[in-house]
């Protein structure tokens, strides 16, 4: 696994670039390693579950967190593509609310290293799309949060693909200033 590590805007929030052998036949990548993964990252973390979700365009997944049992996300694109999302949801950090961004897709296969203490979302721009992505822990629902998409504090330049589809708790979720967030 060679990856290329892109840095963001946001310190710990990465954008890796994999190794792509192809051919006549089509194409072989590693998708992940763990040593290689660490070596380049510098992020040595287990990853406890995988997660996948097919969704449409238009449809708008986040602004999502765990207050406890923070998780990393590790998430790549195998169907389609996405605009990505990472929100430093960290308060004491001097990037708090502050974003980045990476079109994700199953033709660049790129993926984002959203590091704990973020909150991620993403709206799919393709026809549909396919997201994987590997977390540093399990699902908690009683510690899942959420920050609203289109906070204006938060400013995040969506691009526009029509009508949004979104679940209602993401259509209800708080704005920045009113959500529980990290110390």
């Not at 990853?47 to 097919?54: A, L, P, Y």
């Not at 969704?55 to 605009?83: D, N, P």
């Not at 990037?95 to 709206?123: C, D, I, Y």
């Amino acid at each position: 696994m060679s990856l290329n590590v892109i840095r963001t805007s946001l310190e710990g929030v990465l954008v890796l670039e994999p190794k792509v052998f192809g051919d006549t036949r089509g194409f072989f990548f590693e998708s992940f390693n763990a040593r290689k993964f660490a070596e380049a990252t510098g992020v040595d973390r287990p990853f406890v579950q995988d997660n996948h979700s097919r969704s449409s365009c238009g449809v708008l997944r986040g602004l999502h967190y765990q207050i406890c049992q923070a998780q990393g996300k590790l998430v790549r694109v195998t169907e389609g593509e996405v605009f990505d999302v990472a929100v430093d949801v960290r308060r004491s950090s001097p990037t708090f609310g502050k974003w980045t961004s990476a079109l994700l897709s199953a033709e660049n296969k790129r993926q984002m290293w959203v590091p704990e203490g973020f909150a991620h979302g993403f709206v799919v721009v393709s026809a549909t799309a396919e997201v994987q992505y590997k977390t540093t822990d399990y699902w908690y629902p009683e510690h899942e949060r959420s920050i609203r998409w289109n906070d204006p504090t938060l400013a995040i330049d969506w691009p526009n693909v029509g009508k949004l589809l979104l679940a209602d708790k993401d259509r209800n979720a708080p704005l920045l200033e009113a959500a529980e967030v990290f110390a």
